[in-house]
Structures are given as structure tokens and as C-alpha cells.
């Protein structure tokens, strides 16, 4: 009997609500979905596909560069690439980069064997090159250079006062 008491008795200030979303409507916007993304797929594979025809079908921007399936990738070949430098060099155009990664780490690796050994510049006027930590060995217990007093102040190549400056420092007075 309380059951049908609690029952009864109504509030008008608490509602809920009289429908649920349909499971109908839920399933239509799944499948509308699935369907969208289909269609965006295949529009997007089509165009993908144009744009690779497409590229296949241009001239080859190098014309000494060897044909290749993809196009997008020439495989390093050294004798291809002698070949090419060999080529340039006798008609005196620019080079090309048939190795763009190995000449980029070639010449990063020539740059760090300069940077750290010794060698000649310019062996006629006497200007050599030092490593990097030699150089700034020498910095630390000579400082470095500053003009002296009496120095031209209209000398056209300041290394010139400085290189005057220091043998004069060298030499015993």
C-alpha cells in the first residue's frame, strides 16, 4: 500500500524529460559519417593519383640525372657522379648535387678537418691556420692584440700595425 502512495504523489517543481534521443537517429548520423569519410577518401586517393601521373609526365628538370620509377629519389652512384662533375667542369656550368646528404656531410667533414689541424692558408705570404683550442690556448696567455699608442691612425690595413705591434712585443729590446 505505501507503494501506491509514492506513486501517486506528484511535484511540480521536478520534471524529466518525455523523450530519448532515438537510437535510429544515432545510427543515421554513423552511417552518414562512414560515408562522408568514404567519399573523402576515394576524392583525395583520385587526386593523389592525378598528381603522381601528372609528375611522371613532366620533363626531367635534370637531364643528366638517371630515369627512376618513383621519380622522386636518384640513388647515389659514384660513377654517375663523376661522370656528372666531369661534364660540368668541361663546359664550365654550375654543379649539380647528385648526392645532396653525402656532399653536405663531405663538406662538413672538410670544415671540422680545418677546424682542428694545422695547415697553410697561404704558404707564399705566411698565413697558416691552427686548431680551434690551439688558438684559443694562445689567446688566454697573450691576449689579445690592441694598436699601440703610437700607431698611424689613417693606416689603411689595421692588421698591418697589429702584426708590427706584436713583432716588436717579440723581439728583445
Given at each position: 500500500?505505501?507503494?501506491?502512495?509514492?506513486?501517486?504523489?506528484?511535484?511540480?517543481?521536478?520534471?524529466?524529460?518525455?523523450?530519448?534521443?532515438?537510437?535510429?537517429?544515432?545510427?543515421?548520423?554513423?552511417?552518414?559519417?562512414?560515408?562522408?569519410?568514404?567519399?573523402?577518401?576515394?576524392?583525395?586517393?583520385?587526386?593523389?593519383?592525378?598528381?603522381?601521373?601528372?609528375?611522371?609526365?613532366?620533363?626531367?628538370?635534370?637531364?643528366?640525372?638517371p630515369?627512376?620509377?618513383?621519380?622522386?629519389?636518384?640513388?647515389?652512384?659514384?660513377?654517375?657522379?663523376?661522370?656528372?662533375?666531369?661534364?660540368?667542369?668541361?663546359?664550365?656550368?654550375?654543379?649539380?648535387?647528385?648526392?645532396?646528404?653525402g656532399?653536405?656531410?663531405?663538406?662538413?667533414?672538410?670544415?671540422?678537418?680545418?677546424?682542428?689541424?694545422?695547415?697553410?692558408?697561404?704558404?707564399?705570404?705566411?698565413?697558416?691556420?691552427?686548431?680551434?683550442?690551439?688558438?684559443?690556448?694562445?689567446?688566454?696567455?697573450?691576449?689579445?692584440?690592441?694598436?699601440?699608442?703610437g700607431?698611424?691612425?689613417?693606416?689603411?690595413?689595421?692588421?698591418?700595425?697589429?702584426?708590427?705591434?706584436?713583432?716588436?712585443?717579440?723581439?728583445?729590446?
Open positions: 500500500m505505501s507503494d501506491d502512495l509514492n506513486h501517486n504523489q506528484t511535484n511540480p517543481e521536478t520534471s524529466f524529460e518525455r523523450e530519448d534521443l532515438s537510437t535510429r537517429g544515432v545510427f543515421a548520423f554513423m552511417i552518414g559519417l562512414a560515408i562522408v569519410g568514404l567519399v573523402i577518401y576515394f576524392i583525395i586517393r583520385g587526386m593523389y593519383s592525378f598528381l603522381d601521373e601528372y609528375e611522371r609526365k613532366q620533363a626531367a628538370a635534370n637531364p643528366l640525372a630515369g627512376n620509377a618513383a621519380g622522386r629519389y636518384i640513388p647515389y652512384n659514384p660513377a654517375h657522379g663523376d661522370s656528372v662533375s666531369q661534364t660540368f667542369k668541361e663546359n664550365g656550368a654550375p654543379m649539380l648535387e647528385y648526392d645532396e646528404r656532399q653536405f656531410k663531405d663538406f662538413l667533414l672538410k670544415q671540422e678537418d680545418q677546424l682542428n689541424s694545422y695547415g697553410w692558408v697561404d704558404q707564399k705570404a705566411g698565413v697558416a691556420h691552427i686548431p680551434i683550442e690551439r688558438a684559443m690556448e694562445l689567446i688566454a696567455q697573450r691576449g689579445l692584440p690592441v694598436l699601440p699608442q700607431a698611424e691612425q689613417g693606416e689603411k690595413n689595421p692588421t698591418n700595425a697589429l702584426n708590427k705591434a706584436a713583432k716588436g712585443k717579440a723581439e728583445p729590446q
